[in-house]
C-alpha cells in the first residue's frame, strides 16, 4: 500500500516506522508528512507528542465527516537534519459531507536534539 503522504513509497517503508516510534522524522518536511499521516488515520497521541509544548492543545477532535485525500508539498525552507527551524508549505485536500477542500498553510518546525516539532501554521488561502 503506497503511503498517505504521498511520497510515493510504501506505508511500511515510509510514515508506519515514524508514527511508531521505530524511527524519527529526519527533517521538518519529513514531521510534516508524517503528521499529515497522523491526520488521515486519526492518531491523536502521535499529532500531539509531535506538536512543540509552547503550542500544543489538549486534544484534538476529528470530523468523522472528513476524508483527507491528498498532499502536496509546495515548498520547503531550511528543516533538514543540520537546521534547527524549517517552514513547510503544502496544500492538504480533503472531503467533508462529500465536497471537496484544500487546506494551504505554510507551517513552522523547530527542532530540539534530534526530534523535530510542530509550531504553528498560516493558512494561506481555502
Known amino acids: 500500500m503506497s503511503c498517505y503522504c504521498g511520497r510515493g513509497k510504501a506505508f511500511e517503508q515510509c510514515c508506519q516506522p515514524i508514527?511508531?516510534?521505530v524511527r524519527a522524522a529526519k527533517t521538518a518536511e519529513t514531521l510534516m508528512r508524517s503528521r499529515y499521516t497522523a491526520y488521515v488515520l486519526c492518531l491523536e497521541p502521535y499529532l500531539l507528542k509531535t506538536?512543540?509544548?509552547s503550542q500544543c492543545p489538549d486534544s484534538i477532535e476529528f470530523d468523522p465527516q472528513?476524508?483527507?485525500i491528498g498532499l502536496k508539498i509546495v515548498a520547503?525552507?531550511?528543516g533538514q537534519d543540520t537546521?534547527?527551524?524549517g517552514d513547510v508549505e503544502f496544500v492538504a485536500r480533503y472531503k467533508q459531507a462529500g465536497k471537496a477542500y484544500r487546506l494551504?498553510?505554510?507551517s513552522q518546525f523547530v527542532r530540539q536534539?534530534?526530534?523535530w516539532f510542530y509550531t504553528t501554521g498560516e493558512i494561506l488561502d481555502t
Do not use: S, Y
Open 104 to 106: 494551504h498553510e505554510k
Open 51 to 53: 506538536w512543540h509544548a
Open 19 to 21: 508514527l511508531q516510534g
Open 113 to 115: 536534539g534530534e526530534a
Open 76 to 78: 520547503t525552507i531550511d
Open 83 to 85: 537546521d534547527n527551524k
Open 66 to 68: 472528513q476524508k483527507w
